[in-house]
């Protein structure tokens, strides 16, 4: 593969796809927003990262968390796994990039380079790092803060653009307290974005998927640690395809006007409206971490104070932007504009523009996925088979196929049409724990 270097950073733009027509007394505006960054990279190839003449991407600094506690010993194979995934990520790296091996227990130990510093990616320091590798065993606890806080202050001391972290564990976070993650999650977030990836089945869904969510990363179960590799070369290709960090969605709207709520769509739910920043008068900016060659789509939900027929007023304009230090930020030039129009044509005031219809059904699966497990869990065979009835109807009606699959090895499908399920006496645990991890995913609307 040839290399090649790029002279600039992605393209981005914004498309609004919405009904704007409401009733008369009408008040709720709901929109999709389509952001996409192109002319970056390699979008939609098979490789998610672009390939670069050494020193022309942008500057990175990633950290691998590797989880090193005992349970990593059984079978020993989880370990030997490990290593040879952190190995395969350490080779994926472009040169020049900074990185940092970290092993996790109970305290957090810098593996490579150590020394309260980050090495600087080429085949000698990638080597050192693989030696560094075969000498990593397991035991101890888990306390998956002090990991992400050692990786923060190794990233930090990197003067780059894209900081990134990789984090990998096998079980339950129970040398720390919950309030003692969240704590070094808030401290984190913004800081540098993470991918969190539980291997086996002995680790806590909601613990990793709560991390990629509050750092703005991927959540995925790797069930059988044979797939460990391929899985963190996959993303380490991404992250060497990030080009822009810090991305913000920057919401404006008119006085009198109420953001109900802003949330990712699309590649997966993510809510943002708690995230919200201030940017100045009426407006907001909500993050969204950082973009290589990509397109998701946001949905954005406003109240406006009602008006009168034939009345048409501008009810929030969307832009991005990157938030920089001093308070200021860079805009990245594209904008999109969400309006309302208040008409008497019922036809042209009831319809639901096909976008909204469709990420509002995604939603809505997630969320019966998710209540419909805990249900389970908690032993309301009844309740839990309501919701995850709904849920294969969702997902039958919007053809995710990939959520159907995972769904009908936890339910015995009678008709998907009408979400009439039967709850299997027995289920995997992995295959529980994936559906659970993949509720989020979401397959995107045919435009």
Known sequence: MANFAKSHAPQFSVDVYQNE??????????????????????????????????????????????????????????????RDATAAAIDTLRDGTHFAVIGGTHVAKEVYPGGGRLAVADARTREEAKQALRRLGAGGGTAIGTWLRLADRLLSSADVAIRHGILLTDGRNEHESPEDLRAA?????????????????????????????????????????AGLAADFTHMMETAMGKEVADVALRVWTPVGTTIRFVKQVAPTVEELTG????????????????????????????????????????????????????????????????????????????????????????????????KGLDLRKAGDFDGATAKLGRAVQLASASGNADTAKLLAKVVDVVDAATGTVRLKAKVAEADEMTLETRSTKTVRVKK
């Open 21 to 82: 027509y409401l009733p008369e007394g009408g008040r709720e505006v709901n929109a999709i927003v389509t952001v996409t960054a192109t002319g970056g990279g390699t979008i939609g190839s098979a490789l998610a990262a672009p390939v670069y003449a050494p020193g022309h991407g942008p500057s990175a600094a990633v950290a691998v968390m590797v989880d090193c506690s005992g349970s990593m010993d059984y079978p020993p194979t989880k370990m030997r796994n490990a």
């Open 275 to 370: 995230r919200r920043t201030e940017a100045g008068p009426r407006a907001g900016d909500y993050p969204t971490g950082s973009w290589g060659d990509e397109s998701r789509d946001y949905h954005l939900c406003v109240e406006v104070p009602a008006a009168g027929l034939g009345r048409e007023m501008l009810a929030a304009r969307v832009s991005l932007v990157v938030p920089q230090p001093d308070g200021t930020a860079q805009n990245l030039g594209a904008q999109g504009l969400v309006r309302a129009v208040w008409t008497d044509d019922m036809t042209a005031s009831t319809s639901i523009n096909p976008q909204v219809a469709h990420y509002t059904g995604q939603a809505e699966l997630a969320q019966a996925i998710q």
């Open 185 to 225: 999650l808030d401290e984190c977030a913004g800081r540098f974005t993470c991918d969190a990836r539980g291997v086996g089945t002995d680790w806590e869904v909601k613990e990793v998927t709560g991390i990629a969510s509050a750092l703005l990363g991927t959540a995925d179960i790797v069930a059988d640690p």
